[in-house]
């Protein structure tokens, strides 16, 4: 090999050095930048409060309801279905607001990443496989309780689910026995093989 070609070559591993050099560096910058996201995700929650104020729900960031408070006076200014429907819709809120949050924290580490097809020739596409932070679908609305009854009956009904005993607990089921059950099967547990 002559000197001119060897310099060429020597030429041509350094500049391709340098671009890996640079290549693992941009990665490996990209990879902290990923793990503390996820490390901020892992840790987004949600607050919520009804607009009465009769119940408040908190989220984690899996969009799981992981605390739920009534306020004292609860049962008294509402009634359980009423309650049942504030305990929903807060936590879909929560859970739409963490997804929100998450999408925050992530898109800026996914936007304007190459896809694998995009790199090399022929290779498949990895955007399927990589998580999409699509803006969630708001929950249905419920309707006032005072569009269904007027207050006297939404009382009256609070009333009776106070002061109305819950039924009684089933009997017990008493197992039926035989007579072949008083004896030991033959089995490894007596020693007979």
């Known amino acids: 090999m002559s000197g001119d070609d060897r310099a060429r070559l020597e030429a041509r591993n350094a500049a391709m050095k340098e671009q890996v050099n640079s290549l693992m560096d941009t990665f490996n910058r990209q990879a902290g930048m990923l793990r503390d996201a996820q490390t901020a995700a892992a840790q987004t929650t949600a607050s919520l409060t009804s607009k009465d104020g009769l119940v408040r729900a908190a989220v984690d960031s899996g969009g799981v309801l992981t605390q739920l408070e009534f306020a004292p006076s609860a049962f008294e200014r509402s009634t359980p279905e009423a309650l049942a429907r ?97 004896e030991l099967p033959d089995s490894w547990l007596k020693g007979s093989y």
């Open 86 to 182: 504030s305990v929903l819709h807060l936590a879909r809120e929560g859970a739409s607001q963490v997804k929100r949050q998450v999408n925050d924290l992530m898109s800026p580490l996914t936007e304007g990443l190459p896809d694998l097809s995009d790199l090399v020739e022929g290779a498949p596409s990895l955007s399927a496989l990589l998580p999409r932070f699509d803006a969630p679908v708001p929950p249905p609305v419920t309707p006032d309780e005072d569009s269904f009854e007027d207050r006297s009956a939404l009382a009256h009904r609070a009333e009776q689910a106070r002061t109305t005993p819950p039924p009684p607990p089933p009997p017990a089921a008493r197992p039926r026995r035989t007579s072949d059950e008083d």
